[in-house]
């Protein structure tokens, strides 16, 4: 079956522009998370949503950050006035069920120049 | 706080050269301990999951080992196309989310 999608697969944007990445779960998984990935370092979770329930932001960076996931589905997530330290690979997992392995879409390369 | 150090950091080996690779952690609760692996410009592949300490499994030339403290993943023969990096995660039945914790991973280079 269908994997995990995720859109675009490279995003290259000027410092201080807002950027949209969009992820596609695994259809019937009710659990989405978002994952970073920078170079030199291990992938770091951002946020988890589960259902209907309140969303886990706790690993949100800042407040330029924020995802919503409509639906229960497609998740977006955005970023406001990019940094170039927010230059990384944004990934994107889906598990049948919390607590559930999770698998992994192939992620978004975002470059601030 | 969760932690997950792995080690080496880099593998070289020859094709048929087995060895293991480590991932010790600290958690508030284990609930799961993960392995993936990581092409090049691609998301995680899952290897394996482990629950508690004792458990094994294995999967073509790989075998993953769990204990209280770490976990091993032991490759048998490696072939040039397991070049990877592996990634080793905890899950932690104290925290809400259930989010991964990962370790740094070890890139793995397998020689014909």
């Known amino acids: 079956g269908a994997g995990v999608s995720q859109s675009p697969s490279n995003k290259v944007t000027e410092k201080g522009k807002d950027v949209e990445l969009r992820c596609d779960p695994i259809?019937?998984?009710?659990?989405l998370y978002w994952y970073r990935q920078s170079l030199g370092q291990g992938l770091e979770f951002l946020i988890y949503f589960q259902g209907n329930s309140a969303p886990d932001k706790s690993g949100l960076p800042s407040d330029r950050f924020s995802a919503e996931r409509t639906g229960g589905s497609v998740s977006t997530l955005t970023i406001q006035r990019t940094q170039q330290e927010d230059s990384a690979v944004y990934l994107c997992?889906?598990?049948?069920?919390?607590?559930?392995?999770?698998?992994f879409g192939p992620g978004t390369r975002l470059l601030v120049l | 706080e969760d932690q997950v150090t792995q080690s080496p950091e880099a593998l070289r080996l020859q094709e048929g050269e087995s060895s293991s690779l480590n991932c010790s952690y600290t958690?508030?609760?284990?609930?799961?301990l993960f392995w993936y692996r990581q092409d090049p410009g691609k998301g995680p592949e899952f290897l394996f999951t482990l629950y508690s300490a004792g458990e094994e499994k294995e999967k073509e030339r790989l075998k993953a080992t769990l204990t209280k403290k770490e976990s091993f993943l032991h490759i048998t023969a490696p072939k040039p196309e397991d070049s990877a990096t592996y990634l080793c995660a905890v899950q932690s039945s104290m925290e809400y989310g259930n989010k991964l914790v990962f370790g740094a991973g070890t890139i793995l280079r397998v020689k014909s």
């Open positions: 259809s019937g998984h009710t659990a």
């Open positions: 997992a889906s598990s049948a069920i919390s607590a559930e392995t999770q698998y």
């Open positions: 958690v508030s609760g284990l609930r799961g």
